[in-house]
């Protein structure tokens, strides 16, 4: 978090302030803080038995928007992975016209992006994809969906829109859960859990 923080440093825009897409620090600053805020960053992680635990964060200006993504999970002795929950602040600027429909679409993406990060692996033989439909893909089951808390700041700044711009920070923050749990880095997708075994 601190890194991430004194990265972002003071308040400013980054790029053209008149193009459509300048990048606030600030902003994202403020969304850090606030994944931060919710998940209780730097808390003493519940004791699981046979598990070691972390939290991880990450952020990402997506889309126009400003997201940052808190995960606390757990690796077992076997290297399996099990997500408690996620945490996630965004900034897409001063109006949410439908609440509802914003957060089921940040709930939406960070369970996709946890099943691409965790499966959904394709391979090739022969110079053919191998997975030829869904029950070939281990797609996330309902038991492994974690929890998911959002939280969104509406400063006064143009309306962005949202698509799924919590998804390119939910690998990155997995990761960082493991690596606070294991000591190992993960550095490509779908993770290879073998690594994590204890």
């Known amino acids: 978090l601190q890194f991430r923080r004194d990265f972002l440093g003071p308040a400013r825009i980054v790029g053209d302030p008149a193009s459509r897409g300048p990048y606030n620090t600030g902003r994202m600053r403020a969304v850090l803080d606030k994944a931060a805020a919710m998940a209780g960053w730097g808390r003493k992680l519940p004791a699981r038995a046979g598990q070691r635990s972390g939290l991880g964060i990450a952020f990402h200006f997506s889309h126009l928007g400003y997201f940052a993504n808190v995960i606390e999970a757990s690796v077992a002795a076997d290297g399996s992975i099990t997500v408690h929950k996620v945490w996630v602040a965004g900034d897409i600027g001063r109006q949410i016209v439908n609440p509802a429909g914003a957060i089921n679409q940040v ?32 797609l996330l089951r309902m038991d492994a969906a974690p929890p998911i808390e959002v939280a969104f700041l509406t400063p006064d700044y143009p309306v962005t829109g949202l698509g799924e711009p919590a998804y390119p920070a939910v690998a990155p923050a997995l990761a960082n859960a493991i690596f606070a749990a294991t000591g190992v880095r993960l550095r490509n997708l779908p993770f290879d859990t073998s690594l994590l075994n204890a």
């Open 107 to 138: 709930q939406g993406s960070v369970l996709d992006a946890l099943g691409a990060a965790q499966g959904q692996e394709i391979t090739f033989a022969d110079g053919a994809i191998e997975q030829r439909n869904f029950g070939d893909v281990p």
